[in-house]
């Protein structure tokens, strides 16, 4: 009995300890929601009743709405862009597998491996020859060529456990190449393709170094705004911005988990 109670005994603790660590990491998020309701225009505890003047702030303030609008139309864009480029990468890569596939693979890896105000510098120098400083397209791009060694993780994961046979009688059947590749492989990566769509949205709605480097006035990002409130004066729409999001990423993950289950 006491050699079959210990396991159970451990186990307990190990799961008690898991608990404790995921509040301990997760108990500041609870802070923000209080914050957010505050009627001052300082971040504090509501004290006095609460107030939603925040949240509204969001929507009537054409400061943080724009910036928001502006910052979903370029994530958006990037993931779509990095998408299909990183996929489209991830297979080539996967079919030729050749020794010369693995330097590739290194190269567009980099943006990984190199810290972001290096290649915010080296997106800097090239914009301003290019004249894509301040504008849209130079953000997208920038954060098209950050985001695609994402989707090239992501969906080369799903290749590894891709079985070559399939495409092999697809092909012996008379399938075309395009047709392998749009009923035969695409469906069977399509977790990987999705996650790294999602990684690359993640990434472009909070990126924030590149965009210090290459805009000023034109463009102005949701991290922008809140890099300034943060270093101007402390505005507590920003603690309602946070807010928003946790709540956007509760459903998100509500609805995925929901979508599996069925």
């Known amino acids: 009995m006491e050699a079959a109670a210990r396991p159970r005994l451990s186990r307990l603790v190990v799961l008690g300890f898991g608990w404790l660590g995921l509040i301990f990491l997760l108990a500041p998020l609870a802070v923000v929601f209080p914050v957010s309701l505050t009627p001052e225009r300082y971040l504090s505890m509501p004290t006095n009743g609460i107030s939603f003047q925040h949240y509204a702030k969001l929507v009537t303030d054409l400061r943080w709405s724009q910036s928001i609008l502006t910052s979903l139309?370029?994530?958006t864009l990037t993931t779509v862009l990095a998408t299909l480029l990183g996929t489209l990468c991830a297979i080539?890569?996967?079919r030729l597998n050749s020794r010369l596939t693995r330097y590739l693979r290194v190269m567009i890896l980099a943006p990984l491996i190199v810290p972001p105000i290096v290649h915010a510098l080296a997106f800097y120098r090239t914009w301003i020859d290019l004249n894509w400083l301040d504008t849209l397209m130079g953000v997208v791009v920038a954060h098209t060529v950050i985001c695609i060694p994402l989707?090239?993780?992501?969906?080369?994961?799903?290749?590894?456990?891709f079985d070559r046979r399939l495409e092999q009688a697809a092909r012996s059947l008379g399938a075309s190449p395009v047709t392998v590749?749009?009923?035969i492989v695409v469906p069977n990566i399509a977790p990987g393709i999705l996650s790294g769509a999602a990684f690359s949205f993640v990434t472009s709605w909070d990126e924030v170094v590149a965009v210090l480097f290459l805009t000023s006035r034109k463009v102005v990002t949701l991290p922008i705004v809140i890099w300034n409130s943060l270093t101007e004066r402390v505005?507590?729409?920003v603690a309602a911005v946070s807010a928003v999001m946790i709540l956007a990423t509760l459903v998100a993950v509500a609805i995925r988990l929901t979508l599996r289950k069925v």
Do not use: E
């Open 235 to 237: 505005d507590p729409a």
């Open 92 to 94: 080539g890569l996967w």
């Open 181 to 183: 590749l749009r009923r």
């Open 151 to 161: 989707v090239l993780i992501t969906v080369s994961t799903s290749l590894s456990g």
């Open 73 to 75: 139309a370029i994530a």
